[in-house]
């Protein structure tokens, strides 16, 4: 399984930024998403499509963020709208065999890239 995000980088508050994420090698079968890390805090899942299609996002994001994925499932992206300061952290794309992304949302996927950066300034 590879997972390699793209995509981050430094935007003003109310500011957009959109994350790629190409995965390889992953079963149609897993769940696909973000979560997001900031040091010395705990990870926290961001947003995640289960494998039925289902999508999930955390009440921080939700109405802000959109999740998707292309019909090959090998790229998935991550639109970000209105971000806050609160949103700035190491983004990791990720992937799960969990049942509607259980573990990426505890933040224990089984499968994540290296991460990008994303600052959000006030």
């Known amino acids: 399984v590879s997972l390699k995000e793209s995509g981050g980088g430094s935007v003003q508050a109310g500011g957009s930024l959109r994350l790629s994420c190409t995965l390889e090698y992953t079963s149609v079968s897993y769940c696909r998403g973000w979560f997001r890390q900031v040091d010395g805090k705990e990870r926290e899942g961001v947003a995640g499509i289960a494998s039925d299609g289902a999508i999930t996002y955390a009440d921080s994001v939700k109405g802000r963020f959109t999740i998707s994925q292309d019909l090959s499932k090998t790229t998935l992206t991550l639109q970000m709208n209105s971000l806050k300061p609160d949103d700035t952290a190491t983004y990791y794309c990720?992937?799960?065999?969990?049942?509607?992304?259980?573990?990426?949302?505890?933040?224990?996927?089984?499968?994540r890239g290296q991460g990008t950066q994303v600052t959000v300034s006030s």
């Open positions: 990720a992937a799960d065999t969990s049942a509607y992304c259980y573990n990426l949302f505890r933040g224990r996927p089984e499968y």
